[in-house]
């Protein structure tokens, strides 16, 4: 890595690193934001890190996370996954940030059931502008939790020690599930225009694309038109539809395909590809998925 990047391998490392001594416990910490400090020497220093963190802030924080600024002025909650960088973009003095920032080493949950459906909370993915606005009482459930942690943290470790972090750490991804369902509910008018958008692009992507050449619509290109990320998309439309982004695209493709198969003669292979399948017997799988037959039984039907 470069001069100006900071990999960060260990809880020890970053508090260490951090100015905060060394770590009570090797594989997970809590640090008080109203103690972090950024001078005028780190403005544009990058950060990467082996770590996930989940964090509680009042405020922009002078990070940015990705490519997007955090623009906040009430308690949000944000994830993060390892591997993903934050930049340093401004001036931070003591006491200035009100929250938390919950960080814990992979290490902690392998081998248990939260390490084997981390990945299933996407917003560990999310872009800082779909990050969680939590309600005063939303605060206080997950403010409760981490304070459970804290404390935890500051026992001699055991062996049930393990067990009580995970479970809450659990705890906290599952309260932020239920408020992320919440979030969802609330902007309903919003989602709303998300879903017809998409359908917009996928018509025009057809329309102004050969799809043989340039292959499907991708779910990232879709995020990337609505200004959201891949996952955030997938969940929102999930949610509304109950269709993830993926079977939007499918779904899309298969009623061309119907079209196709009924209005030309074009042979099964060749309506696969002119649709952007590389392979047709994936399309025809797909397609006897969605309508119960295959492309030929279809076209000879109808």
Not at 35 to 62: M, P, T
Not at 69 to 98: C, H, M, R, W
Not at 104 to 119: E, Q, V
Not at 240 to 252: C, L, M, Q, V, W
């Amino acid at each position: 890595m470069g001069k100006n990047i900071i990999h960060i391998k260990s809880i020890n490392q970053l508090l260490e690193g951090s100015g905060f001594g060394k770590a009570t416990h090797p594989l997970i910490a809590i640090i008080d934001t109203a103690n972090i400090v950024f001078g005028e020497e780190l403005q544009g220093l990058k950060i990467s890190s082996d770590l996930y963190s989940i964090a509680l802030k009042d405020a922009s924080c002078g990070l940015d996370y990705g490519r997007k600024p955090y623009d906040f002025n009430e308690g949000v909650l944000f994830f993060s996954a390892p591997k993903q960088v934050f930049t340093v973009t401004k001036v931070q003095n003591l006491n200035k940030i009100k929250g938390w920032m919950l960080y814990f080493h992979p290490d902690l949950i392998r081998n248990t059931k939260l390490g084997s459906k981390i990945d299933d909370y996407t917003f560990f993915n999310y872009e800082v502008n779909e990050a969680l606005h939590l309600s005063e009482k939303e605060q206080s459930v997950l403010n409760n939790l981490v304070n459970i942690i804290e404390n935890e943290i500051e026992e001699r470790i055991d062996n049930h020690s393990q067990q009580v972090l995970v479970s809450n750490i659990e705890l906290i991804l599952s309260y932020s599930s239920r408020f992320y369902e919440r979030q969802f509910n609330t902007r309903f008018a919003q989602n709303t225009d998300i879903v017809s958008k998409v359908d917009t692009l996928l018509k025009d992507y057809y329309k102004t694309h050969n799809l043989i050449e340039t292959g499907q619509p991708s779910i990232d290109y879709l995020a990337s038109e609505c200004h959201l990320s891949a996952n955030y998309l997938s969940d929102l439309l999930s949610k509304e539809t109950g269709r993830s982004a993926k079977d939007h695209i499918n779904d899309f493709l298969i009623e061309k395909a119907k079209n196709l198969l009924i209005s030309s003669t074009d042979s099964v292979s060749g309506i696969a590809y002119s649709l952007g399948f590389n392979y047709p017997h994936y399309f025809g799988r797909i397609f006897k998925k969605k309508t119960g037959k295959t492309p030929q039984e279809y076209r000879q039907l109808n």
